[in-house]
């Protein structure tokens, strides 16, 4: 059964970077989509983006100019950054899993996270 | 690319059904069978419930259904118990790639 652990420094300033990972146990890396989600307190949840296990990313417009999603397959990790922060970007950050299918050579790949990590939560305070 | 638009509450009493809808445009809900719903306690983190409009993950219970029609989805919970008392978000695949989420609705058992 997958399970997602994430780290990553809880407090920061305004202009700094936000760096949080997301660890992947007990399954495959391979094959599947792995993405990150946000919710600012009290509010609803807000897509960020999403890496498969060849680097291929989507982001979310709104936040593309500052977002990095990348990947360390050797360690079966998966990475988010986030540029000059403001506080309106204080949430607790999930990390999430997209599953898919491999039919021959090609993959393909469900659209629903079905595993998720347990939350970071991440505050940008000067 | 805007949230998609959830009721802020919606309560009823143990056994009764309640439906929640999940409204957005031709280029979400109404363009694709992929909306998901998700179930969230507070401090925990989101639980899928359903995808694809109507599909239940193993072990969620059967009293949980999704269906749509045109750009609005639904979820109805049948039978209402306290343990349903949480937030659910629907979620949506887009013409842009990418995900969008509901604005969340608070379920209220009274």
């Known amino acids: 059964q997958v399970q997602l652990q994430q780290w990553g420094a809880g407090l920061l300033k305004p202009s700094e970077t936000l760096s949080l990972t997301c660890g992947v146990y007990?399954?495959?890396?391979?094959?599947?989509?792995w993405g990150w989600i946000r919710q600012p307190p009290g509010k609803g949840l807000e897509w960020i983006g999403e890496?498969?296990?060849?680097?291929?990313?989507n982001y979310n417009p709104s936040l593309k100019s500052r977002v990095t999603i990348s990947l360390d397959t050797s360690k079966n990790q998966f990475s988010l950054n986030l540029s000059s922060v403001t506080a309106a970007d204080t949430a607790v950050y999930y990390c999430?899993?997209?599953?898919?299918?491999?039919?021959?050579?090609?993959?393909?790949?469900?659209?629903?996270?079905?595993?998720w990590g347990k939350g970071t939560t991440v505050t940008v305070s000067s | 690319q805007s949230a998609l638009t959830q009721p802020a509450s919606v309560s009823g009493s143990p056994g009764q059904s309640i439906t929640i809808s999940c409204t957005g445009t031709?280029?979400?809900?109404?363009?694709?069978?992929?909306v998901s719903w998700y179930q969230q306690y507070p401090g925990k983190a989101p639980k899928l419930m359903i995808y694809?409009?109507?599909y239940r993950p193993s072990g969620v219970s059967n009293r949980f259904s999704g269906s749509k029609s045109g750009n609005t989805a639904s979820l109805t919970i049948s039978g209402l118990q306290a343990e349903d008392e949480a937030d659910y978000y629907c979620?949506?695949?887009?013409?842009?790639?990418?995900?969008?989420f509901g604005t969340g609705t608070k379920v209220t058992v009274l």
């Open positions: 999430a899993r997209r599953t898919g299918a491999q039919f021959r050579t090609t993959y393909y790949y469900y659209y629903y996270m079905d595993v």
């Open positions: 007990g399954g495959s890396f391979s094959g599947n989509y």
């Open positions: 890496i498969n296990h060849s680097g291929s990313t």
């Open positions: 031709s280029s979400d809900v109404g363009g694709y069978n992929y």
């Open positions: 694809d409009v109507s």
């Open positions: 979620s949506s695949y887009t013409s842009s790639s990418i995900f969008v």
